[in-house]
C-alpha cells in the first residue's frame, strides 16, 4: 500500500470536501504521517474514514472531525494549548507544529507513553497523566483548549481557564445525538459559542452521562 498516496487521498477526498480549506491545516494533515501514530497492524486503516480502536476502548478520532475542531479553533504560533486526551498523539504533534506550547493530560499511562516515544523530538509538549475530564487544576490559562472525548454537561471550569479571546473545542451531548461546539471567550464574563457539526463521540472517561432513573 503507498501510504502517501492514502495521505494524499485523505486530504482531498475526506477532509477538503468537509469544508476544511485552510491550507495550514491542509499542509499540516499531508505533512504528518498519520499511520506512524498507529500500530503496525492498523497503518493500512490510518488514513481511512473511522475511528482507530488504540486501546483501553479509546480511539482515535476520525480524520475529517480532527482536521474540521483544527480549523475552528484556529492555533497561532504564540499560542499555548491544553489538550485533554492525549491518545495516539497524532493530534498533539498536528497543535504541537503550530503552537508555541502543548500540555497535554493522559488518564492511561502505557497510552501516553506510546505517545511520548511518537513525539519525542517535539521540544514544546508538556506531558502529563491524570484525571482531566472535569478540571485540570494548574492554575494556568491557556489560548486553545481542546477536549478530545465528549461531555455530558458544558464544562464550565475550562471556559474559565481561557484567555481572553482563547478557544474552547469540545463534543457536547449523549449519544447519538451531540454536537461539536467551540467556545470562545470574549471578555472576563462573557462567551460566545459556534456550532460545528454533529457527530457522536465516546465520553472522557469519568465525563459520561449520570444515570436517570425512574420509578
Excluded: C
Aim: no cysteine; hydrophobic share 40%; net charge negative.
Amino acid at each position: 500500500m503507498n501510504l502517501d498516496q492514502a495521505r494524499y487521498f485523505m486530504v482531498e477526498q475526506q477532509i477538503r470536501p468537509w469544508d476544511v480549506l485552510d491550507p495550514k491545516i491542509l499542509d499540516q494533515f499531508l505533512d504528518t504521517p498519520r499511520h506512524e501514530f498507529v500500530a503496525e497492524s492498523q497503518q493500512a486503516l490510518a488514513y481511512a474514514d473511522i475511528e482507530l480502536p488504540i486501546g483501553h476502548d479509546e480511539s482515535m478520532m476520525a480524520p475529517k472531525i480532527e482536521a474540521r475542531i483544527l480549523q475552528a479553533v484556529d492555533i497561532e504560533e504564540n499560542e499555548t494549548v491544553l489538550e485533554v486526551g492525549t491518545g495516539s498523539g497524532f493530534l498533539t504533534a498536528i497543535m504541537a507544529n503550530q503552537a508555541q506550547s502543548v500540555t497535554t493530560i493522559e488518564i492511561h499511562a502505557d497510552l501516553q507513553e506510546q505517545a511520548k516515544a511518537r513525539l519525542s523530538h517535539f521540544k514544546n509538549i508538556e506531558f502529563h497523566i491524570g484525571d482531566a475530564s472535569h478540571n485540570w487544576d494548574d492554575a494556568r490559562q491557556y489560548d486553545v483548549i481542546v477536549l478530545t472525548g465528549s461531555v455530558d454537561q458544558m464544562p464550565e471550569i475550562y471556559k474559565n481557564k481561557l484567555q481572553l479571546g482563547g478557544r474552547l473545542a469540545f463534543v457536547i451531548g449523549q449519544s447519538p445525538a451531540m454536537t461539536a461546539q467551540v467556545l470562545t471567550r470574549i471578555s472576563q464574563t462573557e462567551w460566545e459559542t459556534e456550532t460545528l457539526f454533529e457527530t457522536n463521540l465516546k465520553p472522557l472517561i469519568n465525563a459520561e452521562a449520570k444515570p436517570t432513573f425512574t420509578f
